[in-house]
T-cell receptor
Framework: DTEVTQTPKHLVMGMTNKKSLKCEQH?????MYWYKQKAKKPPELMFV???????INESVPSRFSPECPNSSLLNLHLHALQPEDSALYLC??????????????FGPGTRLTVL | AQSVAQPEDQVNVAEGNPLTVKCTYS??????LFWYVQYPNRGLQFLLK??????LVKGSYGFEAEFNKSQTSFHLKKPSALVSDSALYFC???????????FGSGTRLQVQP
C-alpha cells in the first residue's frame, strides 16, 4: 500500500482565518514533505521532516507553520495567508532518513483558495 | 546545483503509436532520476526511477525510461500510447548532496484517439 491521504480536499479561507491541512501515511515512512504547486508549474518544496524533526525549511514565510506530531502525521498550519498563497498543497512521504534513492509517494493534495 | 530540463511543453501522439517524453539533467554527483505523472487536480503518481545498474528501467503502466549518462538524459517511453495516458509528466532528479527532489517544468502528453 503506497497511500498518502490528505484532508481536506478543498479549502477556502479568508486572509484573517486560521486553518490547518492534514496529511497521513501508514507505510512506516520516516520522512514527510510539504510541497506547494501553482497551476501548470512543478511542485516546490516547502518543508521536510525526518524522524519527526524539521530537516529542511525552504525559506517559507512564517504564515506557514508545519508540525509533525508523530511518524504518521504531518500538519500544515495556515495563518494570515495572502491570495497568492492559493495553490495545490501536496504532502509526500519516503521510507528512511532522506536517502537520495528513496521514492517519494504523494498524496492527492489540498486545493487552497485564499480570498 | 542540480537541475532538470524538459524541453517540450507538450507532446502530441496518436493512440497506438510509441511515445517519448524528454528529460535532461545536471547534477554534481551520482544522479537519481524519477518520473511522475499527474492527472488533473490530483497528486503525483510515481512511475519509475533510475538508481544504478541497467540503463533501461521499467515502471508502472507499461512505461519505461532510458538512462544515458553521456547525454545526461532520462527519456520516458511507451511502445503504444493510450488515450488514458494523457496527463502531465514530471521528471525529477536527486543527488547525494541535496536531500530534496528537483522537478522539471513538466510536459503535457496528449494522446489522440
Amino acid at each position: 500500500d503506497t497511500e498518502v491521504t490528505q484532508t481536506p480536499k478543498h479549502l477556502v479561507m479568508g486572509m484573517t482565518n486560521k486553518k490547518s491541512l492534514k496529511c497521513e501515511q501508514h507505510m512506516g515512512h520516516r520522512a514527510m514533505y510539504w510541497y506547494k504547486q501553482k497551476a501548470k508549474k512543478p511542485p516546490e518544496l516547502m518543508f521536510v521532516y525526518s524522524y519527526e524533526k524539521l530537516s529542511i525549511n525552504e525559506s517559507v514565510p512564517s504564515r506557514f507553520s508545519p508540525e509533525c506530531p508523530n511518524s504518521s502525521l504531518l500538519n500544515l498550519h495556515l495563518h494570515a495567508l495572502q491570495p497568492e498563497d492559493s495553490a495545490l498543497y501536496l504532502c509526500a512521504s519516503s521510507q528512511g532518513g532522506l536517502a537520495a534513492t528513496d521514492t517519494q509517494y504523494f498524496g492527492p493534495g489540498t486545493r487552497l483558495t485564499v480570498l | 546545483a542540480q537541475s532538470v530540463a524538459q524541453p517540450e511543453d507538450q507532446v502530441n501522439v496518436a493512440e497506438g503509436n510509441p511515445l517519448t517524453v524528454k528529460c535532461t539533467y545536471s547534477v554534481s554527483g551520482n544522479p537519481y532520476l524519477f518520473w511522475y505523472v499527474q492527472y488533473p487536480n490530483r497528486g503525483l503518481q510515481f512511475l519509475l526511477k533510475y538508481i544504478t545498474g541497467d540503463n533501461l528501467v521499467k515502471g508502472s503502466y507499461g512505461f519505461e525510461a532510458e538512462f544515458n549518462k553521456s547525454q545526461t538524459s532520462f527519456h520516458l517511453k511507451k511502445p503504444s500510447a493510450l488515450v488514458s495516458d494523457s496527463a502531465l509528466y514530471f521528471c525529477a532528479v536527486r543527488d547525494t548532496g541535496r536531500r530534496a527532489l528537483t522537478f522539471g517544468s513538466g510536459t503535457r502528453l496528449q494522446v489522440q484517439p
